[in-house]
């Protein structure tokens, strides 16, 4: 594949790739404490798919800066893989809403030693 | 890309070299179909349909163990056909018959849809034997979500019963987690190995071999070291290793018995086969590798066997002690860096896990109630003498995953052991040591509440006793594969002869 004109560009506006990784990195690490430290079923889901963001982020800088285009493609899998897991994730929190009335983590405790 | 390059892309897209996972998956799809077509009074048939097309499968794989396509790769390199490969490939047909087996007995419990179960677990399965063969980043991400999100649905299949909904909500966040750090690793890797200005740079990063050659032409790149730790995570997650086991008691607790033991064994399979795979790609990063996981496996081992004490759950008891089998594993998987047949001594491990493991979880669903999280061990007090067959099954069955000689899982863990002492890893070694000394007490303890009569403090006036699910009757096919589990345990522990000489050397 030939290089790409980025030369060109980069008068324009210069945003380097590590700026795209600093963003991803920032994006992934709030995904990341938020799964860990938020209460509600669904922002920690929410949380769970800014982390699949962050790694599209990245995943599309390193493509177009390396100049390879499967890096894009991956991209496709992961909105496909991230539409199914929502799909199934909706489902079980659906369900168990209906059998008990919340979705706070800290009341969904009974399987514990 | 030129056009003759798309050319050899299509032309390497053979698909006769997936006919087993093809297979399956049409199985899979034809069961939704014969559910509508049936009447009603004979869906009681499907199940006996998808466990004999499963045997026709695995059967064929059998029939056609070596094809000409060993040794190369199809599908533009996604995948690599060896014959670990197809020994990976007959263990989890294997792994999906007995589930859909024990599926049979587990569902006649409960008022649920039937056949989704068969559907998803063969689907499960396909993607485990993909996985297992995968040579590229992308199929190793697609079908390890496959698998993952399989397993939600599985883990909350008894959608009546919150205990199985809340270890399905567990498990779906701890696994979409791992999968997000085990996607951002690929990611980095991906990213510095195609880097045109970059020394042995790759125009194929998402491949294994590609990022080799990327990692061993730059020792010390920090983005890279930062990509292998996050996968290797991400990794951890799915075999349970400590600090990421945080979710195996819960889950296992709250899935159905079935699904419990499919986890148990296959899913860590698959968790070990992508280990092995990724730890000769990231081999020339060794320090990094074996430091990360020897921490791991030092810890795991530990953590395993001293919470598994005091658990009375039995399905709990089985999920802690389980960590601790991945701790022995991850012992095999640092081993490989240095001795060739650390790998064959794993493979062969988790085949006696396999025995040992179904031979147990057969025995836990026929003495489960309708309440499957609940299965105590007081539940199985005067065990030995009402059902002194299902008693003998749990007795080999334990004694094996104990690792008591002449036991199967005994042989398991003395080549595992014995690998990594070749290794030179004393310290590991000495802990896992300790943990075996110490599984023995809860793999026994199990034993005792089944043979022996214990003393309880008599109930206070009016207390009704503790009910004691009734056990279902052992239908016979199920007899006969239990039957044959404890058998193989008793077997292949007195003498493994070409079969593991065979693994030994791959």
Same mark, same amino acid.
């Given at each position: 594949m030939s290089a790409l004109p980025l030369a060109a560009l980069e008068g324009a506006f210069a945003v380097s790739l590590n700026a795209y990784l600093y963003l991803a990195a920032v994006l992934f690490a709030i995904g990341f404490f938020g799964v860990l430290l938020r209460k509600n079923t669904l922002v920690i889901y929410m949380c769970l798919e800014l982390m699949l963001v962050a790694c599209t982020v990245a995943l599309v800088a390193f493509s177009r800066y390396n100049g390879v285009l499967d890096g894009n493609v991956f991209v496709f899998f992961i909105l496909t893989v991230a539409a199914a897991e929502v799909a199934v994730g909706l489902a079980i929190i659906v369900a168990l809403f209906r059998r008990r009335q919340t979705v706070q983590v800290e009341e969904l405790n009974v399987l514990k030693n | 890309?030129? =056009?003759?390059?798309?050319?050899?892309?299509? #032309?390497?897209?053979?698909?006769?070299? =997936?006919?087993?996972?093809?297979?399956?998956?049409?199985?899979?799809?034809?069961? *939704?179909?014969?559910?509508?077509?049936?009447?009603?009074?004979?869906?009681?048939?499907?199940? %006996?349909?998808? =466990?004999?097309?499963?045997?026709?499968?695995?059967?064929?794989? *059998?029939?056609?163990?070596?094809? #000409?396509?060993?040794?190369?790769?199809?599908?533009?390199?996604?995948?690599?056909?060896?014959?670990?490969?197809?020994?990976?490939?007959?263990?989890?047909?294997?792994?999906?018959?007995?589930?859909?087996?024990? /599926? !049979? !007995?587990?569902?006649?419990?409960?008022?649920?849809?039937?056949?989704?179960?068969?559907?998803?677990?063969?689907?499960?399965?396909?993607?485990?034997?993909?996985?297992?063969?995968?040579?590229?980043?992308? &199929?190793?991400?697609?079908?390890?979500?496959?698998?993952?999100?399989?397993?939600?649905?599985?883990?909350?299949?008894?959608? %009546?019963?919150?205990?199985?909904?809340?270890?399905?909500?567990?498990?779906?966040? %701890?696994?979409?987690?791992?999968? #997000?750090?085990?996607?951002?690793?690929? !990611?980095?890797?991906?990213?510095?190995?195609?880097?045109?200005?970059?020394?042995?740079? %790759? @125009?194929?990063?998402? /491949?294994?071999?590609?990022?080799?050659?990327?990692?061993?032409?730059?020792? /010390?790149?920090? &983005?890279?070291?930062?990509?292998?730790?996050?996968?290797?995570?991400?990794?951890?997650?799915? =075999?349970?290793?400590?600090?990421?086991?945080?979710?195996?008691? @819960?889950?296992?607790?709250? #899935?159905?018995?079935?699904?419990?033991?499919?986890?148990?064994?296959?899913?860590?399979?698959?968790g070990f086969a992508v280990l092995l795979g990724l730890v000769y790609v990231f081999q020339p990063y060794e320090t990094l590798v074996v430091t990360t996981l020897s921490i791991m496996a030092g810890a795991t081992i530990l953590f395993g066997n001293l919470a598994a004490l005091t658990q009375h759950n039995v399905k709990r008891l089985l999920g802690l002690s389980g960590v601790s089998h991945a701790g022995y594993l991850l012992l095999g998987v640092i081993a490989t860096l240095s001795v060739p047949d650390a790998a064959g001594a794993v493979w062969f491990y988790l085949f006696a896990y396999l025995l040992a493991s179904f031979a147990v979880f057969g025995v836990m669903t026929h003495v489960a109630g309708p309440n499957d999280a609940e299965q105590d061990l007081d539940h199985y007090a005067d065990f030995a003498k009402k059902r002194p067959y299902l008693a003998g099954v749990l007795a080999i069955g334990l004694g094996s995953l104990a690792g008591i000689p002449p036991l199967a899982g005994f042989m398991g863990k003395l080549l595992v052991f014995m690998a990594a002492f070749k290794a030179g890893l004393y310290p590991l070694l000495a802990i896992a040591v300790v943990g075996v000394v110490i599984s023995i007490y809860y793999y026994f303890g199990w034993m005792k509440a089944a043979y022996f009569s214990t003393w309880r403090p008599p109930l206070p006036e009016g207390e009704p006793e503790p009910a004691v699910p009734a056990s279902t009757p052992v239908s016979f096919p199920m007899g006969l594969a239990l039957g044959a589990l404890a058998a193989a345990s008793v077997v292949f522990g007195l003498y493994q002869g070409p079969f593991a000489a065979w693994l030994l050397s791959r």
């Open positions: - | 890309m030129t =056009i003759e390059q798309l050319q050899a892309a299509a #032309a390497s897209n053979t698909w006769s070299t =997936i006919a087993p996972e093809i297979g399956l998956g049409v199985l899979a799809l034809l069961l *939704l179909v014969l559910e509508i077509v049936f009447p009603k009074k004979k869906h009681a048939l499907i199940p %006996t349909i998808a =466990i004999i097309g499963q045997l026709g499968i695995l059967l064929g794989l *059998l029939i056609n163990f070596s094809p #000409a396509y060993l040794g190369s790769t199809s599908f533009n390199s996604l995948l690599q056909h060896s014959e670990t490969g197809q020994y990976l490939r007959a263990f989890f047909l294997v792994c999906s018959i007995l589930v859909s087996l024990l /599926g !049979v !007995v587990a569902l006649a419990k409960q008022r649920m849809p039937r056949i989704e179960f068969f559907h998803i677990v063969m689907v499960v399965t396909g993607a485990m034997m993909l996985l297992a063969q995968s040579a590229n980043f992308l &199929l190793l991400f697609v079908a390890l979500e496959t698998v993952t999100v399989g397993f939600y649905i599985l883990v909350s299949y008894t959608r %009546t019963n919150p205990l199985s909904l809340e270890a399905g909500l567990k498990y779906l966040v %701890t696994g979409a987690l791992s999968s #997000a750090l085990l996607l951002f690793g690929i !990611v980095l890797l991906y990213g510095v190995a195609g880097n045109p200005a970059a020394l042995g740079s %790759t @125009d194929n990063p998402m /491949g294994y071999f590609g990022v080799r050659q990327f990692l061993a032409a730059n020792p /010390g790149d920090f &983005l890279a070291s930062v990509g292998i730790v996050l996968t290797l995570a991400g990794v951890a997650f799915k =075999i349970g290793a400590v600090p990421f086991q945080i979710w195996i008691p @819960d889950v296992y607790q709250g #899935a159905p018995t079935p699904v419990t033991a499919f986890l148990a064994v296959a899913s860590k399979t698959a």
